[in-house]
Each structure stands twice: as C-alpha cells, then as structure tokens.
C-alpha cells in the first residue's frame, strides 16, 4: 500500500500565483525532506522538518509539518518559471531509507 | 565540494546483457544509498551500506542485482541479466550519519 501520499500529481500556474503541495503519510514520520527533480537532473534537497509544528523557509519555498508529525505542506509564493520541475516529499520513518510520494509536477507559464 | 556522480548518465541493452551502474559518493560520507524510479512509480529504496557494509538490502528486487562498495568509497550496482522490468532511474544518495540525503543525477537504463 501507498505509505506516502502527495497531491497534487499535476499543478500549472500563471506565474505569480501562489501554491501548495501536500504531502500525508499513513504512519508518523521521523523526518519530512522535501526535494525538486528537474528533467534529466537528480534530485536537489530543498527541506527537511523532524519536529511536530515545525516550519521552514527558503527564499519563496515554505515547508510546513503538523503537529501529529503525519501531513506536511510545501508553499511557493510568487511563483516563477524556475520554480517549474517535480516536487518529491520524502518520508524517514526511523529506518534510515527514505520512501518517497509518487511528486507533483509543476509548470509555471508567463 | 563535488556532489554524488553517477556514472553512466544513460544505458541502453539488450534483455539478458550485463550493466554495471556506479556511484561516487559525496567524500567522507559513510551512507551510501541506493533507490530506483521505474516509469509511472514512486522511487523505492533498493539498499544501504555503511561504508563497506550492507546495512539493509531489503529493497533488493531479486538475485540478479549485486551491490558492492568496495573499500567504501565508491560502490556498483550490477545488473545480471537484465529484464525488461529492470528499466528505469537508478538514483545513488549519500549521507554523514542519519543526515540528508544528497542524490546523484541518477542513470538512466533502458532494457530492450
């Protein structure tokens, strides 16, 4: 069964919009880490949360992990092209291996 | 500081041929990870070591993967022989400890 499910699969936007994406898992995480997947690219760490509540920014990019440590979100404010690629979160449920939504891709357009 | 390689970018064989994929770790990280991302699926993990050790080899899809590392710095993934089932991303992570995770561009196999 899916242990972790991200939604939206598919999200295009009008540069300048706002989004999110989220990210529920079916047990508590350990730690959340977001990542971006660029075609033909690997994937590029953008956040990690391990506290319940807890929430970090990066430039446009805020992550957010409720307080059940269960359900995180990924916001982009003022979207821009370059914010455009697959949005993976992965999950760290005390193993040591991540397992990964199925990522959401994002295309912006002027 | 050069990142996780991968080594080659693409590979493409026949059904029953041999490929050897390679990974170059971030240096002085002792994780490395290995996870697949076959066509239309989530990306699952295939195994760990801890420097030259298999710390966990549970997502292994069957005995014709082998995995080494060697001396622990460098490791290899040999498929033998390869299935049509076989193609997908092969993404190599590296980490200090129980921290992030850094991937790799990931190889890119196709199985015909």
């Known amino acids: 069964s899916q242990e972790l499910e991200q939604s939206p699969q598919s999200l295009i936007v009008q540069e300048g919009k706002n989004l999110t994406i989220n990210c529920t898992s079916s047990k508590t995480l350990y730690g959340l880490y977001w990542y971006k997947q660029k075609y033909g690219e690997g994937l590029i760490f953008l956040m990690m949360?391990?506290?319940?509540?807890e929430e970090k920014s990066h430039e446009k990019i805020t992550a957010k992990l409720d307080e059940k440590k269960q359900q995180s979100s990924l916001h982009i404010t003022a979207s821009q092209p370059s914010h455009a690629g697959i949005y993976l979160c992965g999950a760290d449920i005390r193993t040591d291996k991540l397992i990964f939504g199925t990522g959401t891709r994002l295309q912006v357009f002027p | 500081e050069a990142g996780v390689t991968q080594f080659p970018s693409h590979s493409v064989i026949e059904k029953g041929q041999t490929v050897t994929l390679r990974c170059d770790p971030i240096?002085?990280?002792?994780?490395l990870y290995w996870y697949r991302r076959v066509m239309g699926k989530e990306i699952k993990f295939l195994l760990h070591?801890?420097?030259?050790?298999?710390?966990?080899e549970s997502g292994m899809p069957n005995n014709r993967f082998l995995a080494e590392r060697t001396g622990g710095t460098y490791s290899t993934l040999k498929v033998q022989p390869a299935e049509l089932e076989d193609s997908g991303v092969y993404f190599c992570?590296?980490?200090?400890?129980?921290?992030?995770?850094?991937f790799g561009p990931g190889t890119r196999l196709t199985v015909t």
């Open positions: 949360l391990q506290k319940g509540g």
């Open positions: 070591f801890v420097k030259e050790s298999k710390q966990d």
């Open positions: 240096s002085g990280h002792d994780n």
């Open positions: 992570a590296s980490s200090q400890s129980r921290d992030i995770q850094y």
